[in-house]
């Protein structure tokens, strides 16, 4: 189970994320627990955490979020691979700041990622979810934080 403390780390990495590349700040709406597996958006962007805590930090947005996000990023391919990448991008962004407050120990993957392949990602048994919901212009996404 995760700490507030710990939660703000991903508050505060996904604003900074949005802050810095969109030159357009995202609102974060209250984080809340899950026992289930929440929905997934059309792009996900999956990394595994291993070390002194164990499972899946995840960025899940809709293909509409990420061409704006792409725009504001002055990019002009609008692909299918660039909204991979963009989406694995946002969650290896977001993770790697985590590790800086983490330490060592919080030992991430190279992302992983989904695009609508699966519905849903189902959380490690006894593990509850974590969402952060993330509201930018007016896309909405959500960051999963599964840790045990």
């Given at each position: 189970m995760l700490y507030e403390?710990?939660?703000?780390?991903?508050?505060?990495?996904?604003?900074n994320f949005f802050e810095v590349s969109a030159q357009q700040p995202a609102s974060i709406g209250s984080p809340y627990l899950?026992?289930?597996a929440p929905?997934?958006?059309?792009?996900?962007g999956l990394i595994n955490i291993t070390g002194k805590r164990d499972g899946v930090v995840y960025f899940t947005?809709?293909?509409?979020?990420?061409?704006?996000?792409?725009m504001k990023m002055q990019e002009?391919?609008?692909?299918?691979?660039?909204m991979r990448d963009l989406v694995g991008?946002?969650?290896?962004?977001?993770?790697g700041n985590a590790r800086r407050d983490f330490g060592r120990d919080f030992v991430i993957s190279p992302p992983s990622v989904l695009s609508g392949e699966t519905p849903s990602i189902a959380p490690r048994p006894g593990v509850r979810s974590f969402i952060i919901p993330i509201n930018w212009r007016s896309h909405s996404a959500k960051l999963v934080v599964s840790l045990g």
């Open positions: 403390h710990e939660l703000k780390t991903f508050v505060a990495g996904t604003t899950v026992d289930d929905q997934l958006h059309e792009y996900t947005a809709p293909k509409a979020m990420l061409a704006v996000l792409l002009t391919d609008f692909s299918h691979e660039t991008e946002v969650a290896n962004t977001i993770s």
